[in-house]
């Protein structure tokens, strides 16, 4: 290539990036100035106060800058703080405490007994025996692994309990690709386990309170609209049937009706997975230790309901609970005499996750008095429940069944 030349592609290939990046910055330009506009928009066009406009704007403004991401998620949740005491909606100590709700801490010690799960790699030990146990058929298989991913997805997040899964998956699927007598059958199998993994997440993040941040938004709301306590062992009577059916569903459409997967047998899958236990080896201290803290706080959760009525007893609350877990696997060590969890292992925290509690809260509480954010839920609520009961295990279910 000629000098010349060269300095032409050269100054070409200038040119179309630097295009390229004014493109970016302008898209990024208005998408951040969509907010403020949306907030503008709401004070000239809706017809409520300036306190109540204001919180409407506010949560438009959030959602915009949520669903395109021009910004962290976390950055985003963190408007009410700035916007509410600027406009008068509520002042920035009310506005703040939605950020330090109980429910926040409920599932931020979820996340610390997830991460401990991780770190020991106690989750690809458990997929594993379920796996083993399973059986050899496709659909099977394919059972075995909509069941582990649902159970890991009923303590840890929907989309960690997919991605743990989702490495475990492709090595099958890769594994037993001799299996299948064509190129169809083996596409099925592949799609159907794959989609099965993604569908099961959804599902066992339903089961529990703190499996998915959807469950823990519903009940801060109900706590702080009506004063209705949904507790760990309610809802897991309420949601664990309806989560088991859901799954047999999903289940049987994905394998029987979408896309029809075989039914032989596929020799080998059985080895494989012993194969990978053996190289796991035995259950360490840590590991046990970090199962039964585990373990002993799921079951206090599901239990705190007939233990708090218990004399001396009645502090207990499913945050509490999870904080107490959390803090536990700080404090026990391994036979190294090393913390199960550090300091260090908390990077992995999503603290924007726990932002984006608190700032969905302040948008749920808004100005209490208001039209626009109380009366349609709260009547809906309180029509279901006009004078909540003290809550038992029974209370959500009749409250739900009213």
């Known amino acids: ?19 390229s990046n004014c493109k970016d910055t302008l898209k990024r330009t208005a998408l951040i100035l969509l907010g403020p506009a949306l907030i503008l928009l709401a004070f000239t066009a809706l017809p409520f106060s300036p306190a109540q406009n204001a919180a409407i704007g506010t949560a438009a403004w959030m959602v915009a800058w949520w669903s395109t991401q021009v910004l962290p998620i976390g950055v985003t949740s963190l408007l009410p703080l700035i916007l509410f005491p600027a406009f008068g909606v509520v002042d920035i100590g009310d506005t703040a405490v939605n950020y330090a709700h109980p429910v926040i801490f409920l599932f ?11 770190k020991w790699d106690i989750h690809k030990r458990l997929a594993l025996n ?28 929907n989309t960690a309990a997919a991605v743990m899964m989702l490495p475990i998956g492709i090595s099958v699927i890769g594994l037993l690709e001799g299996q299948f007598s ?27 309170i703190i ?38 569903v999903v289940l049987f459409v994905n394998t029987r009706i979408l896309f029809r997967v075989p039914t032989f047998t596929m020799y080998g899958m059985r080895h494989m997975v012993t194969e990978r236990l053996k190289t796991m080896g035995n259950m360490s201290a840590g590991e046990k230790r970090v199962a039964v803290v585990f373990g002993s706080t799921a079951l206090l959760w599901v239990a705190r309901a007939p233990l708090a009525e218990l004399p001396g007893l009645d502090f207990l609350s499913d945050p509490l609970i999870g904080m107490a877990g959390a803090v536990t696997m700080f404090v026990v060590t391994d ?8 300091w260090k292992d908390m990077k992995r925290m999503p603290w924007d996750i726990l932002l984006l509690f608190g700032g969905g809260l302040s948008i749920a509480a808004g100005p209490r008095s208001s039209w626009p954010f109380r009366s349609p839920s709260a009547r809906v609520v309180h029509l279901c429940c006009p004078s909540p009961p003290r809550p038992t295990p029974w209370s959500f279910r009749r409250a739900t069944s009213a």
């Open 335 to 342: 036979p190294r005499k090393k913390p199960l969890m550090t």
């Open 211 to 248: 499996g998915t941040p959807p469950n823990l938004v519903l009940a801060g709301v109900l706590s702080d609209e009506i004063g209705y306590e949904i507790g760990f062992g309610q809802w897991i009577m309420f949601a664990l049937p309806f989560a088991a059916v859901l799954f047999l």
């Open 130 to 157: 379920i796996l083993r146990v399973s059986g050899e058929r496709p659909t099977q298989v394919i059972a075995g692994f909509m069941a582990a991913t649902a159970f890991l997805s009923m303590w840890i997040s």
């Open 1 to 19: 290539m000629s000098n010349q030349n060269r300095k032409v592609s050269e100054f070409g290939g200038f040119c179309f990036s630097c295009a």
């Open 182 to 208: 064509d190129k169809g059958l083996k596409n099925r199998f592949a799609v159907s386990l794959l989609l099965g993994l993604a569908f099961a997440a959804n599902i066992g993040g339903t089961a529990t």
């Open 108 to 118: 931020l010690g979820g996340f610390v007994l997830g991460l401990a799960i991780e």
